[in-house]
């Protein structure tokens, strides 16, 4: 099985950067998408940003476009989030997640996740 290990969440004010790091190990498949869901307190847990490992395209959610950017080595085996700009409606935990059916749009397509790594934006 997959296994998936995030880290570099931390404190940051209003305006200032972050990124965070996934480590994947295991079996993976070559047609998945990998990358990063967040849930806020109270929310549910949205899709933030993914990168297709066959053709390395990329999904960004509305509200992160312009201010993060997912990248990570050709394997795909280690995956960043480089947030830039953040609002505290960023706050929540971000969990690294694998889908093999590519899909970003619930976590209810999602194959394999981290156990997350919490960003809190302070004003």
């Known amino acids: 099985q997959v296994q998936l290990r995030e880290s570099g969440g931390k404190l940051v004010q209003a305006g200032g950067s972050l990124r965070l790091s996934c480590a994947a190990s295991?079996?993976?498949?070559?047609?998945?998408?990998i990358g990063w869901f967040r849930q806020a307190p109270g929310k549910e847990r949205e899709g933030v940003a993914s990168?297709?490992?066959?053709?390395?395209?990329?999904y960004y959610t509305d509200s992160v476009k312009g201010r993060f950017t997912i990248s990570g080595n050709n394997a795909k085996t280690t995956v960043y989030l480089q947030m830039n700009n953040l609002k505290p409606v960023d706050t929540g935990v971000y969990y690294c997640?694998?889908?093999?059916?590519?899909?970003?749009?619930?976590?209810?397509?999602?194959?394999?996740w981290g156990k997350g790594s919490l960003v809190t934006v302070s004003s």
């Open positions: 997640a694998i889908s093999y059916g590519d899909s970003w749009s619930s976590a209810e397509y999602v194959d394999h």
């Open positions: 295991g079996r993976t498949f070559s047609r998945s998408a």
């Open positions: 990168v297709r490992s066959s053709d390395g395209s990329t």
